[in-house]
C-alpha cells in the first residue's frame, strides 16, 4: 500500500484531462473542507482577526496567481514541473531542523518532550 498525492492520483486516473481541470477539481474540495473547518475552529477560539485577515487575503492571491499559472503553463511543461515542486516541499519539510524536533518530540509516549 502506497499513499499519494491526490493531484498526483488524479492525474494517473485521468490522463487527458487538462492539469487546470484536475487542480481545480481537487481545490474545490479542498476549499469546502477548509472553509468548514476554519468557522469551527473560529467559533470556539478567540482569533486575532489583526494577523488573520492579512494571511487570507495573501493566501487567496497567491493561490489565485497559481491557478493562473497552471493555466498559462503548458501541460507538457507542467507534469515534471510539479514533481519537482513535491521533491522541493518534502525536502524543506522533513529537512529542517525545527519540524524534526517537532516531529521527534510529538511521537514520544506521554509527550514528554526529549532532554537536552
Known amino acids: 500500500w502506497r499513499r499519494t ?8 486516473a485521468l490522463p487527458r484531462e487538462l ?37 487570507a487575503v495573501a493566501a487567496f492571491s497567491c493561490s489565485y496567481v497559481g ?9 507538457a511543461m507542467l507534469r ?3 514533481l519537482v515542486m513535491l521533491i522541493a516541499a518534502a525536502a524543506y519539510t522533513f529537512g529542517d531542523a525545527t519540524s524534526a524536533r517537532f516531529i ?5 509516549a506521554g ?3 526529549p532532554t537536552r
Open 104 to 108: 521527534g518530540r510529538s511521537t514520544r
Open 19 to 55: 492539469p487546470a481541470t484536475i487542480f481545480g477539481t481537487n481545490k474545490f474540495s479542498s476549499v469546502l473542507g477548509t472553509n468548514a473547518a476554519a468557522w469551527r475552529y473560529a467559533r470556539r477560539v478567540q482569533m486575532p482577526w489583526r494577523t488573520t485577515l492579512p494571511a
Open 80 to 82: 515534471p514541473l510539479i
Open 67 to 75: 491557478a493562473m499559472a497552471v493555466v498559462w503553463l503548458p501541460p
Open 111 to 113: 509527550g514528554s518532550s
Open 5 to 12: 498525492n491526490p493531484d498526483s492520483a488524479l492525474f494517473n
